[in-house]
């Protein structure tokens, strides 16, 4: 655990250090990792954090509150978001990502970990209520982006960001946070995408019965728990 003035100092010196997880419970921790100069060519972000892990590559890592995030002065040279992609789940986004990473021009952050659950979270107070888009959290999710997208090597011009799936339904917040960034939405009938994710399951199951499934479908937690996979799904993806 770093104070957030030791963190920004670091952030400073290691060019490699980028956010790999947020853990919203209590005040908020956000948790960093030194992945140097590697590219994200995994099809998740959190895949290429996996993959360093396991061969010990990773030399650095802190946590330090997630307050850091609000902080004007991390400086970081961070590649701006030249295009959002949005899309249904199982719709050939991840096709579409890896022919954008074939360019080493580009950095593609594929879902990344703390964009998936533990900011949103963070700033819905688990789930309670929408994000509220305020100075604030505009500034959190505008320095997040940034930081996963620091430009860890030197052929880095472009940067898209490819959300998960259910991450469209804080569209408002993320396109105040990026007003001028064009956005794309990858769609396919949700009868389809159902069809495909009994076979091969998703994210948003997981929420079933959870506090996340309010913000995903507005029935409680104990409604969601009820309902055959099909059903909640059919909520989900309506």
């Not at 993959?51 to 970081?76: C, K, Q």
């Not at 105040?176 to 990858?186: E, K, Q, R, S």
């Amino acid at each position: 655990y770093l104070s957030t003035d030791k963190a920004v100092e670091r952030l400073h010196s290691q060019p490699g250090l980028v956010p790999v997880a947020i853990n919203p419970s209590a005040n908020g921790l956000v948790y960093f990792a030194d992945i140097g100069a590697t590219p994200l060519l995994e099809w998740k972000y959190i895949y290429t954090i996996e993959r360093l892990a396991g061969e010990n590559a990773i030399e650095e890592m802190f946590s330090t509150d997630l307050e850091l995030l609000t902080r004007d002065d991390l400086a970081i040279d961070g590649v701006a978001p030249d295009g959002l992609v949005f899309h249904v789940s199982r719709c050939g986004s991840t096709l579409f990502t890896k022919a954008l990473s074939r360019s080493p021009r580009n950095i593609i952050i594929n879902q990344g970990g703390p964009l998936q659950e533990g900011f949103w979270a963070a700033i819905t107070d688990h789930w309670q209520h929408p994000p509220e888009i305020n100075a604030r959290n505009i500034r959190m999710l505008q320095n997040l982006v940034m930081l996963m997208a620091r430009r860890r090597r030197p052929e880095y011009q472009r940067c898209f960001v490819k959300l998960i799936s259910w991450n469209i339904i804080y569209l408002d917040l993320i396109s105040a946070a990026f007003p001028a960034v064009p956005a794309l939405y990858l769609y396919r009938d949700p009868v389809e995408v159902i069809a495909t994710v009994l076979q091969e399951t998703t994210a948003v199951l997981r929420a079933k019965g959870q506090a996340q499934a309010y913000g995903l479908t507005g029935f409680s937690p104990s409604a969601t728990a009820g309902m055959s996979d099909v059903e909640y799904l059919a909520h989900c993806y309506a």
